[in-house]
């Protein structure tokens, strides 16, 4: 079936570093866009960052552009999030999650269709 | 940068009635691209509605969505007991803040 999974997350102190995988199953992972979402413990959803199915195109919000980088390995399935210089405010619950069919246009980005269970990034000293 | 306001913040309603969620953007948006997700406590988001009106794969009927320019509608009538959860709206890399759907 049509699955996405985390792994990665964890505790880190500020400043330190940490990189979340995200493996994807269960379809083509080189025909779509794909893209982080966060939710900080008891707040709402954040988009964090999105990249197109050939890594060409890549956006980031502005809360974590220049210490962020979104990455894929199509051959393997796999999506990536390096993330540097964490802060306090970065701690969330981060979600891997496939952009629907249509993708990316200069008219919006198509809905998150399918979300993995999210992994729990710390950051505290 | 457009911003989505969700109304109300939380609703307290009955399992059998109906509920209706408000979004509402900035300024006007496609829709195209607004979409629904249901939250429940420790889950991960689930696309309901995409499009502002289509249904998501195995939504059920009971699940509708409406609007355009600046105003969108979720109605979910005759609501089950597992109806009760979060719901945000999404348009590009916005999400609304949220509505609280409480059994009352």
């Known amino acids: 079936q049509v699955q996405l999974v985390e792994s990665g997350g964890g505790l880190v102190k500020p400043g330190g570093s940490l990189r979340l995988s995200c493996a994807a199953s269960?379809?083509?992972?080189?025909?779509?866009?794909m893209s982080w979402i966060r939710q900080a413990p008891g707040k709402g959803l954040e988009w964090v960052s999105y990249?197109?199915?050939?890594?060409?195109?890549?956006n980031y919000a502005d809360s974590v552009k220049g210490r962020f980088t979104i990455s894929r390995d199509n051959a393997k399935n796999s999506l990536y999030l390096q993330m540097n210089s964490l802060r306090a405010e970065d701690t969330a619950v981060y979600y891997c999650a496939r952009v629907g069919p249509r993708g990316v246009n200069k008219l919006g980005l198509d809905a998150f269709d399918i979300w993995g269970q999210g992994t729990m990034v710390t950051v505290s000293s | 940068e457009i911003v989505l306001t969700q109304s109300p913040g939380t609703l307290s309603l009955s399992p059998g009635e109906s509920a209706t969620l408000s979004c509402r953007a900035s300024?006007?948006?496609?829709?195209?691209?607004l979409a629904w997700y249901q939250q429940k406590p420790g889950q991960a988001p689930r696309l309901l509605i995409y499009g502002a009106s289509s249904r998501a794969t195995g939504i059920p009927d009971r699940f509708s969505g409406s609007g355009s320019g600046t105003d969108f509608t979720l109605t979910i009538s005759r609501l089950e007991p597992e109806d009760f959860a979060v719901y945000y709206c999404?348009?590009?890399?916005?999400f609304g803040q949220g509505t609280r759907l409480e059994i009352k």
């Open positions: 300024q006007s948006v496609s829709s195209s691209y």
């Open positions: 990249i197109s199915s050939s890594s060409s195109y890549t």
């Open positions: 269960g379809f083509t992972f080189s025909d779509y866009y």
């Open positions: 999404q348009q590009y890399s916005t």
